[in-house]
């Protein structure tokens, strides 16, 4: 029987590990409050559902994560106080943030998000803390597929160059 080979909860988080989770739970409260603020931003009603969603998914990872860290001992980082609903039409139309430019904030995020989660599965060595991100990132990815095709339905999507011809091969 191995060093860590017993149940994954006993075995001790290395630093990498605590580094990576504790980071992740920093940026995502971070991220909570903004995109509560980001909801009163928001005139659409589909990119409003969206992110109540995701901003509940979002309170259910961070306990999921405070808890693991309690439990092995590790300080938590702070949390920013929670946003409160305003009202849209209160919020003057050049301090607004327009829905099309939400949705690409949002979309940058949940990319970053799928790479930070494939960066602690890929460093853990707990079986448990692997498969916690492993449920983040399907989510996520769930998520980055839903936005994607809303941000294509609103044509808020702005593509890179499309590559539509393939040129020529000289041959030599």
Not at 62 to 78: C, D, F, M
Not at 130 to 140: A, I, L, S
Request: glycine share 6%; with cysteine.
């Amino acid at each position: 029987m191995g060093i860590l080979s017993g149940n994954p909860q006993d075995e001790p988080m290395h630093y990498g590990e605590v580094f990576g989770v504790w980071s992740y739970l920093t940026v995502t409260k971070g991220l909570l409050v903004g995109y509560q603020t980001l909801i009163n931003h928001t005139g659409d009603k589909d990119l409003k559902t969206f992110l109540q969603e995701l901003t509940q998914n979002m309170k259910q990872e961070i306990e999921q994560i405070e808890n693991l860290l309690k439990v092995n001992g590790v300080a938590l980082p702070p949390s920013p106080p929670e946003r409160p609903t305003a009202n849209l039409e209160s919020i003057p139309v050049g301090a607004r943030f327009n829905d099309p430019e939400i949705a690409a904030s949002v979309s940058l995020d949940i990319a970053a998000g799928l790479v930070s989660c494939s960066q602690i599965i890929g460093q853990s060595i707990r079986e448990d803390i692997g498969t916690m991100f492993e449920q983040f990132h399907k989510v996520k990815a769930t998520y980055r597929a839903r936005l994607l095709r809303m941000n294509k339905e609103k044509a808020w999507l702005v593509p890179p160059p499309l590559h539509l011809q393939t040129p020529e091969l000289a041959h030599v």
